[in-house]
Every structure is written in structure tokens, then in C-alpha cells.
């Protein structure tokens, strides 16, 4: 195989830049003390130690929230107005721009801002929901984008599947589980209400057929309450007539679930009726949250895909861009070691026909007469 001097100078470049980004990389490792410096290098990895961060951060915000009972409404206020400084930052964010001073989570609306709070609180995405695709194989696209739709607007509410809330006109102190699904084969995506004919007693109907699942249970707080395939949970002393509803999720922003929990902190409570209502409406707020922070885990782990794919492919590219410069090489390329030999035995030729002809033009009789 014959390599050109440009080839094997290109070579041991790309050798010492490779080595340059490990040893950078190690640094980054060493620095932080992480492994995972980018999704890229572990993907599941990433997801799994984010799964867990969020956890954590949800954790940390019930242990905080079991101590929203005992603020006050100043106190509480003064959270609120933190929040809606953490909301001006997520939603900065949101209008990220690259350097060449796009919007990143703008679609294919690259121009245009994507995200607008209004003056009545709520959040506009001006841009669209396609997908940016690069070309990084003859039959291979990766995208290199997500749209700020499927990150930031278009997350499920309540649990993922269902939403438990109370109804406005309570006035006992009964505060609902977000609740989960427990039988899938089981959930009908109906609308429920868990009506309390009593302290003591409830039913629960399902309004979208308008039938009795159950009738006369005997209430017991934290006590579970299981139908359709549906696991709940009601804590506190409900009055007689107070109705819960469980409803199949929304669609809600995460901009927007933030807003309602500063909405909600911001409410003052006078009475144990608007204190219970607090704690159901944080509780609803929450389990959004954690819907919008599993939702952009999601969206990193699909990040650290595509990176890893596109390394390798560029791996492989590289790898092909030498096999074509080599058989490039062999048909154009000089072989030095043939050229020298033909160009000595070429030159020996030339110089004894130079030689012959010089003799044979000093011919002549004149020289023997």
C-alpha cells in the first residue's frame, strides 16, 4: 500500500488530536469526579444517574413541602418569589440560541423565539414540531435536534395516566394520593369520582358510563381505595358530600406547572378547608414536575444516543475515508522505490546514448588521413 506524505502527515495528526481529546477527557473525569462527563459516554448510564438525581430532588422537595404546613403566608410567599426567579431561568433556557445564534428548541422555526410568557401567566411555543436530521451516512440520518414541544409543553399531568384531584367545593380536610395504575388490563381510561355519602362511607362512580364501580365503602384515612385497575389513597377527615375526581391525564408545560405552584404558594390559607387545598394542589404540581423531569431524562438519554451513534459513525468513517485514500493512493500515488530504480536505470540509458552519439559525431576521416 503506497501512502502519500500528505496522507501519512494527516494520519499522525488526527493520532495526536485523538489522544489530546482522551487525555481532555480524563482531565474533565478527574476535575468532577464523575465518570459520565456527556451522555455520550454512557447513555443508560446517564439516564439511570439522572432517574436517580430526580429522585433525589423530589425527595428533598416533599421533605420540603411536609414543611409548607407549618410556613406561613409570608414565608410562603417569599418561596414563591424564588420560584418565580428559577422560572425566569428555565425559561431563558428554553430560548437557548447555538452559537450560530438559532434557537435550539425552536423546531425547524430557527428565527423565531419559542417560548413567551404572557401577561396572564401562561406559556406560548411559537415554533414548530419538526425535527433538524443530518446526513452522517449514505443511508443514515441521526436528528440534531428536539423541538422545544415534545421537552418542554407536551407533558402528562398527575401521574402519567391519571389525575386525582378534589373537588372545589370541598370542605373537609381529605388530601388525595397522586395514585398509580396497578392492573393496565384493568384501567379504562374512564372518569371516576369518589363521593363521601358520609365521614365514613364513599362511593365511587364512573361518570363516563355514569355507573357504580363501588357503593358504601367504610372510610379509613391512608387506607387504599383500588377499582379499575386504579390505586388511590385519601389522608385527612373528608365531609360528607366532599367528591374527588380521577381523570385521565392533560397535557400541561412544565413553564406551567412551576407557575402553579408559585400561583399556589401565593394563595394565603385562613382555614383548615383552603390549608387542605394548598397541600392537594402542591401535591398535583409535584407529580407534574416529576412527569417533566422524567420527560427531559428521556429527552438527554435520546441526546446521548445519538452522540454515541454519530462517534461511531465517524469512527467508521474514518476508518473508510483511509481504505479510500489507499486504493485512491495505488491508482495516482507515486511508489517512490520503482520510480527511483526506473529513474536510475532511465538515466544510465540517457547518458550512454549521450556518450555514443558525442563519439559517433567525432567521427570522421579527416582524423585518419
Not at 222 to 237: E, L, N, P, R, V
Request: aromatic share 6%; proline share 3%.
Amino acid at each position: 500500500m503506497r501512502l502519500s506524505t500528505a496522507e501519512i502527515s494527516q494520519t499522525s495528526i488526527s493520532a495526536i488530536l485523538d489522544q489530546q481529546s482522551q487525555l481532555n477527557h480524563t482531565q474533565q473525569q478527574l476535575s468532577t469526579g464523575r465518570r459520565i462527563v456527556t451522555p455520550a459516554d454512557d447513555p443508560a448510564g446517564a439516564a439511570q444517574a439522572l432517574n436517580l438525581q430526580a429522585a433525589i430532588d423530589t425527595n428533598t422537595q416533599l421533605q420540603k413541602n411536609g414543611d409548607a404546613a407549618t410556613q406561613t403566608n409570608e414565608s410562603r410567599s417569599s418561596i414563591a418569589s424564588e420560584l418565580s426567579q428559577s422560572l425566569k431561568s428555565l425559561l431563558s433556557l428554553g430560548n437557548t440560541r447555538d452559537s450560530n445564534g438559532e434557537y435550539i428548541f425552536a423546531g425547524s422555526q430557527t428565527t423565531t423565539q419559542p417560548f413567551t410568557q404572557t401577561p396572564t401567566n401562561t406559556f406560548v411555543y411559537a415554533g414548530d414540531s419538526a425535527q433538524r436530521f443530518l446526513q452522517i451516512d449514505s443511508s443514515r440520518q441521526v436528528a440534531t435536534n428536539d423541538p422545544g414541544s415534545s421537552v418542554f409543553m407536551q407533558i402528562t399531568n398527575g401521574n402519567g395516566t391519571f389525575i386525582a384531584t378534589p373537588a372545589a367545593a370541598n370542605t373537609g380536610s381529605g388530601i388525595i394520593d397522586p395514585g398509580s395504575v396497578t392492573n393496565s388490563s384493568a384501567y379504562t381510561g374512564d372518569t371516576y369520582s369518589i363521593q363521601f355519602t358520609a365521614a365514613n362511607t364513599y362511593d365511587v362512580m364512573d361518570t363516563t358510563t355514569g355507573t357504580t364501580v363501588l357503593s358504601n365503602q367504610t372510610y379509613q384515612s391512608d387506607s387504599s381505595i383500588s377499582f379499575a385497575g386504579i390505586q388511590t389513597s385519601i389522608s385527612g377527615t373528608p365531609a360528607t358530600g366532599d367528591t374527588f375526581t380521577v381523570a385521565p391525564s392533560g397535557r400541561q408545560s412544565v413553564f406551567q406547572t412551576v407557575q402553579n405552584i408559585v400561583d399556589t404558594l401565593n394563595t394565603p390559607t385562613s382555614s383548615v378547608a383552603s390549608n387542605t387545598k394548598l397541600h392537594n394542589s402542591i401535591n398535583q404540581q409535584l407529580s407534574a414536575l416529576d412527569q417533566a423531569l422524567g420527560n427531559i431524562i428521556n429527552k438527554q438519554a435520546g441526546v446521548g444516543s445519538r452522540l454515541t451513534a454519530i462517534s461511531s459513525q465517524q469512527s467508521l468513517q474514518q476508518d473508510w475515508g483511509t481504505q479510500l485514500k489507499s486504493a485512491q493512493s495505488k491508482i495516482q500515488d507515486v511508489d517512490y522505490a520503482s520510480a527511483i530504480s526506473q529513474y536510475q536505470l532511465q538515466l544510465t540509458g540517457l547518458e550512454a546514448a549521450q556518450k555514443t552519439y558525442t563519439q559517433v559525431q567525432g567521427l570522421s576521416l579527416f582524423k585518419y588521413l
